[in-house]
């Protein structure tokens, strides 16, 4: 009997202190945030990147791009033009993810101790292992370049606050329309 209440006095003290370990979380991003693509995630340029949350399901960005700009599925991602003060831009983007990871030891312990209590053979079997708990989070990624300058979000840009000015006007667009055929009578 000692052994079942030191078994559930040990499994409560565990709960509480270790049931879950934090092996990756991901970036929160308040409004937006610029950084080098590759240093948000290796699959990204190294140009600068403008980088926000996407709260929405996937694809609603890429739907979003096709209607406001009347792209009819050509060229979503990459080269989509827009004009600022007469100057000819171009952006492409990218949905990105990026989990959240937590090591759930629980679990594995939990059988293992059940095991002992009940004198199984099968401890190893059940104790194979922890358990690994992911959360999605989505981001966009966009980058800007121009037929004079290859990356706009750079520092030392010239067009690198009105491009700012513009993107961020489109995300907050973008974060606010759910029709997205709105856009187009906007412009």
Known sequence: MRYIIAA?????????FCSCIPVRIAP???DYKLVKGKKFKRSLSRRQIFIFNDPKPSNHFYDYVNTKFQLDGENVYDDVPFVIDGGQYFFAFYEVEISDKTLNLVPGLTNAIANKLIKSEDEEKHFNGQELIRKENWYIAMEVYSDTEKDCLNANSL??????????????????????????FKN
Not at 159 to 184: G, P, Q, W
């Open 8 to 16: 559930i006095g040990l499994f409560f003290l565990m709960h509480s």
């Open 28 to 30: 929160s991003i308040g």
């Open 159 to 184: 067009s690198r606050e009105v491009v700012l000015k513009y993107l961020s006007t489109l995300k907050k667009e973008y974060l606010a329309t759910h029709n997205y055929n709105e856009v187009i």
